[in-house]
């Protein structure tokens, strides 16, 4: 599928779309939440679009980085209260189906194979700490306010419980999902919800963006698979045998070679080369050490 065919294709998605939105523009996804009017509360609507989007920009070539943002005051207020109505009247196998979806939405954000970027501004209550949390990067604005509000209602943030707490830690967990009180940016940014807080978003992503545009697309996502894999924490025989695989195997794949190559030959690696062809319209060399001093990226 060509460039242009792809950029076609996201765009006749997005036209689809009713409550999301999705762009591609120079290796740049952007996911959209838009539903301003409900302060981009989710129901069965939005996940299954979302994950229709996930889907779409996972197999396209031309998209390197996946940005999460959302129009409008607020981030997410969590999920529709007419959903939650729907879901109060549906027995247990149609509440299982229907979780079972938002779970999936949790499962493949978090698995996407490209860096992953939240811009949140506002309240991100509920299911939408999920989605922060299910991204590499979080960045938030001053105003930002955090809730895990279900214990109010009588439930529990179950399908969310693996990432918010992998993100903030079992001891933080206990005691927001306990007390479900309301916590600012500063918080967030201690809990490490949040990476960095600014006031101008696009601007606070944009350098973070280029970094990861610069990187190996192949050895980024499998970063990604490498970091998810050792999770548990554990080190065995069974790990030290899976990490040196990875490395071994990486080295002799062809971005590999071109990486280290490239390096040596004092040159822009080739994927370097092409996400700056697709941006500029022309080829643009990224600055090489003269000195040779650096270490060989993924050397280790």
Known sequence: MTNQTQQITTNAL?????????????????????????????????????????????????????????????FSAGADLHWMRKQAQMDFEQNLTDANELAKLMSVLDKFP??????????????????????????????????LSEVKLGLIPAVISPYVTRAMGQRAARRYMLTAERFDVQKALELQIIHEVSDELDSAAAP???????????????????????????IDQATLDYTSERIASIRVSKEGQEGLNAF?????????????????????????????????????
Do not use: Y
């Not at 070539?61 to 999460?68: A, E, G, T, Y």
């Open 14 to 74: 997005s036209e689809q779309l009713t409550f999301v939105s999705c762009t591609l523009k120079e290796g740049v996804a952007e996911l959209i939440l838009n539903r301003p009017e409900k302060h981009n509360a989710f129901d069965e609507v939005m996940i299954s679009e979302m994950i229709k989007v996930l889907a779409h920009f996972a197999d396209n070539s031309q998209c390197q980085v996946l940005v999460l943002k959302a129009n409008g005051k607020n």
């Open 114 to 147: 490209k860096p992953t970027i939240a811009q949140v501004q506002g309240a991100a209550f509920g299911g939408a700490l999920g989605l922060i949390c299910c991204c590499d990067i979080a960045l938030a604005n001053e105003r930002a306010s955090f809730c």
């Open 208 to 234: 973070i963006i280029a970094a990861l545009l610069a990187n190996s697309p192949q050895g980024m996502a499998w970063a990604k698979s490498l970091l998810s894999t050792l999770e548990s924490g554990v």
């Open 264 to 300: 040596f030959d004092k040159r822009s690696p080739d994927w370097t080369i092409a996400n700056s062809s697709t941006a500029n319209g022309s080829v643009t060399q990224s600055p090489v050490d003269k000195n040779n001093t650096a270490s060989a990226p993924g050397a280790k």
